[in-house]
């Protein structure tokens, strides 16, 4: 069952934090520091005359994020750059072996492990990815494409993480999550301020600010960023809505119990968004950011998918997440209203 919940907390944040730490603003760092990546380019901000045609306001825009660094999502932006960061911070002669010998650990149910791998490989270090025994065998072979080393462990994404987690700890790797967590918040903080790019290159591409965000979430660190940078940006002006899977409501759970909860639920197709406890840092920033949390159906997810299917772009229901929520809840919108949304992923078949 679908769920909508105003935010109680925004502008003042939550009552009960295990850290202070809140998502970083600085866009222009991370655009300075990706200006050295020969990969990186600007992705395309696509308007959807029809589909705001349809909805009866002003302007729909999609940031296509599904070619981002030839990686084919938003990702790219996250571990590559946190691995970029610490490349730079060894003040390199040749970048490409400013890394040798570190080896980067972590889980991934999807594009954040290729992020690592790109990451490591460009810079000179090794990257161990652990995966859990629900993920494709295809997407394994994917990370080996890419010179990361593959581990299998467990049955779904908490437990792969444990792993990597008790790997870093043996092997003295450095683990490289894209959640936070108490005691692990700084590789976690750098991969959200990865996506500050893909925020700051929206916002100049509009031609006029955002009404209406849409924004999905698994762990929340995409959200966060963007919405950090959107109330540095714009104020408070935009309405914020951030879109989980029903089958994992990390993030509007806690915002209903005022902390950080762990939740639970069946498996969900959107499986990048497939996340039962939140980031901490990112929970953080979205209790003050966002005006309002749901929660979409898998069917919503996947009628989405066929929508943007017939308009060329082709997607994910983790991809296509947030999209659904604004045509699909429609939440008081009107014919001024200007609204940003994400495709966050290509097809998984690519």
């Not at 792969?160 to 450095?174: I, L, N, P, Q």
């Not at 990390?250 to 209903?256: C, D, K, N, T, V």
Request: glycine share 8%; net charge negative.
């Amino acid at each position: 069952m679908s769920h909508t919940l105003a935010n109680p907390f925004r502008s003042q944040g939550l009552p009960t934090r295990q850290s202070d730490t809140l998502p970083s603003r600085d866009a222009e760092t991370v655009a300075k520091l990706l200006t050295l990546c020969p990969a990186h380019a600007e992705t395309p901000l696509r308007d959807m005359a029809d589909l705001a045609a349809k909805l009866g306001v002003a302007t729909f825009h999609i940031k296509d994020e599904r070619a981002r660094m030839g990686l084919g999502s938003f990702k790219a932006l996250g571990a590559a750059y946190a691995i970029a960061h610490d490349a730079a911070r060894a003040q390199p002669q040749d970048w490409a072996r400013a890394l040798t010998g570190r080896t980067y650990v972590t889980a991934s149910a999807g594009n954040h492990g290729l992020s690592v791998a790109a990451g490591a490989r460009l810079f000179g270090a090794k990257a161990v990815i652990y995966l859990s025994h629900t993920v494709p065998a295809a997407f394994g072979a994917r990370l080996e494409a890419q010179g990361a080393e593959v581990a299998w462990a467990g049955e779904d994404y908490e437990a792969s993480m444990a792993a990597a987690a008790a790997a870093a700890e043996d092997k003295g790797w450095s683990l490289l999550s894209d959640s936070t967590w108490p005691g692990n918040e700084e590789s976690g903080f750098r991969v959200m301020e990865g996506y500050l790019q893909m925020a700051s290159e929206a916002a100049a591409q509009m031609p006029a600010p955002p009404t209406h965000i849409f924004l999905q979430a698994g762990v929340g660190g995409l959200a966060a960023a963007v919405a950090a940078f959107a109330r540095a940006t714009w104020g408070d002006a935009p309405q914020i809505i951030v879109v989980e899977p029903e089958a994992a409501p990390a993030l509007i759970e806690s915002i209903r119990a005022g902390q950080l909860v762990d939740t639970s639920g069946s498996v969900s197709e959107m499986g990048r968004l497939d996340c039962k406890t939140a980031s901490m840092v990112a929970l953080n920033g979205l209790a003050m950011d966002a005006d309002t949390f749901v929660t979409i159906s898998e069917q919503e997810a996947r009628d989405t998918v066929e929508t943007l299917k017939a308009h060329d772009i082709a997607s994910t229901p983790s991809g296509v997440a947030g999209v659904a929520a604004a045509l699909l809840k429609r939440p008081n919108l009107g014919p001024a209203d200007r609204i940003l949304t994400i495709v966050s992923e290509g097809p998984e078949d690519v």
